[in-house]
């Protein structure tokens, strides 16, 4: 669940009503799905080959732009995720997971929305994607933004009861389109970040470059990666970089990448829907 079409894809406009998740996404009543797809992302060290989902209104048919740019950073940038816990949400085709998986994470948990067309098929890319020796350290569950973090604690499997149990990085991958669900997103967050023990010592300055320094890398993190496939609300989008900011979250921008657009006949500006914005986020506290 990566991304969105038109406007009209949506079954419940998200910025006319504010309504939970399982109300924004109610499924309505849909064909046999299309064909599965499959999308090729060339990595550092080795080939991923993703399937897709033939059709499906949570839009997880689609290897959206902002999964090709996380997954590029991460192999750029492994202290992020080596021998870290990881949690991907609204993972869609999971490639930014699959990347940390096979490279070395030490456990990766990877949700989506619970339709069991989107589960079964992150397990299938886990199954052909991961490697034999490194299957046991990825989790797939379904997940509702917002609810009790305790089923994906739970997969960490670890009996100390200690900040082992919570997660490193999470990773958010073209999520904040959908404006009513921002504080459901951060609630999630919140619970399951570990807390940063670093923060005092390296006080962010909205730079870039201060972001991506060694230090700033093995701080417990939030990645969100976004378009603004629909440009005319970009400030809506970017109000979940306020709301952050007021909760005490540090917001750091660490990539601007362009990209042919997804949909070169949607409305709005071309370059605008054709580029992926990339945030590093911390914070000092639970």
Same mark, same amino acid.
């Given at each position: 669940m990566a991304g969105i079409h038109n406007e009209e894809d949506y079954l419940v406009d998200p910025d006319e009503v504010d309504l939970g998740l399982d109300s924004v996404f109610i499924e309505a009543a849909r064909p046999p799905s299309l064909e599965a797809t499959f999308s090729i992302f060339q990595g550092l060290h080795k080939e991923f080959r993703i399937r897709l989902v033939g059709s499906h209104p949570l839009w997880g048919h689609h290897l959206w732009n902002s999964a090709l740019s996380v997954a590029s950073y991460l192999e750029q940038h492994p202290s992020l995720f080596h021998n870290k816990n990881i949690l991907e949400l609204g993972a869609?085709?999971?490639l930014p997971s699959l990347v940390?998986? @096979?490279s070395g994470a030490r456990k990766v948990v990877i949700t989506d929305y619970p339709d069991p067309d989107l589960i079964q098929n992150i397990e299938y890319n886990?199954?052909?994607n991961v490697d034999v020796a490194r299957k046991g350290n990825v989790a797939v569950q379904g997940?509702?933004?917002g609810h009790s973090i305790h089923p994906l604690l739970a997969s960490l499997q670890n009996e100390s009861n200690?900040? @082992?149990?919570l997660f490193d990085l999470i990773i958010l991958s073209d999520l904040i389109f959908n404006h009513s669900q921002h504080d459901a997103l951060f609630?999630?967050?919140r619970l399951a970040l570990k807390p940063s023990p670093n923060a005092s010592k390296f006080p962010f300055n909205d730079e870039a470059s201060e972001a991506s320094s060694p230090a700033s890398l093995l701080e417990p993190s939030l990645l969100v990666f976004y378009t603004h496939h629909r440009p005319h609300l970009a400030h809506r989008d970017m109000e979940f970089f306020e709301k952050a900011r007021d909760q005490g979250w540090n917001c750091v921008e660490l990539v601007t990448q362009k990209f042919d657009p997804m949909f070169p006949e949607d409305p709005g500006e071309e370059e605008v829907r054709a580029t992926v914005h990339g945030w590093l986020l911390t914070r000092s506290s639970r």
């Amino acid at each position: 669940m990566a991304g969105i079409h038109n406007e009209e894809d949506y079954l419940v406009d998200p910025d006319e009503v504010d309504l939970g998740l399982d109300s924004v996404f109610i499924e309505a009543a849909r064909p046999p799905s299309l064909e599965a797809t499959f999308s090729i992302f060339q990595g550092l060290h080795k080939e991923f080959r993703i399937r897709l989902v033939g059709s499906h209104p949570l839009w997880g048919h689609h290897l959206w732009n902002s999964a090709l740019s996380v997954a590029s950073y991460l192999e750029q940038h492994p202290s992020l995720f080596h021998n870290k816990n990881i949690l991907e949400l609204g993972a869609g085709g999971a490639l930014p997971s699959l990347v940390a998986a @096979e490279s070395g994470a030490r456990k990766v948990v990877i949700t989506d929305y619970p339709d069991p067309d989107l589960i079964q098929n992150i397990e299938y890319n886990v199954q052909e994607n991961v490697d034999v020796a490194r299957k046991g350290n990825v989790a797939v569950q379904g997940y509702v933004w917002g609810h009790s973090i305790h089923p994906l604690l739970a997969s960490l499997q670890n009996e100390s009861n200690s900040n @082992e149990d919570l997660f490193d990085l999470i990773i958010l991958s073209d999520l904040i389109f959908n404006h009513s669900q921002h504080d459901a997103l951060f609630k999630t967050c919140r619970l399951a970040l570990k807390p940063s023990p670093n923060a005092s010592k390296f006080p962010f300055n909205d730079e870039a470059s201060e972001a991506s320094s060694p230090a700033s890398l093995l701080e417990p993190s939030l990645l969100v990666f976004y378009t603004h496939h629909r440009p005319h609300l970009a400030h809506r989008d970017m109000e979940f970089f306020e709301k952050a900011r007021d909760q005490g979250w540090n917001c750091v921008e660490l990539v601007t990448q362009k990209f042919d657009p997804m949909f070169p006949e949607d409305p709005g500006e071309e370059e605008v829907r054709a580029t992926v914005h990339g945030w590093l986020l911390t914070r000092s506290s639970r």
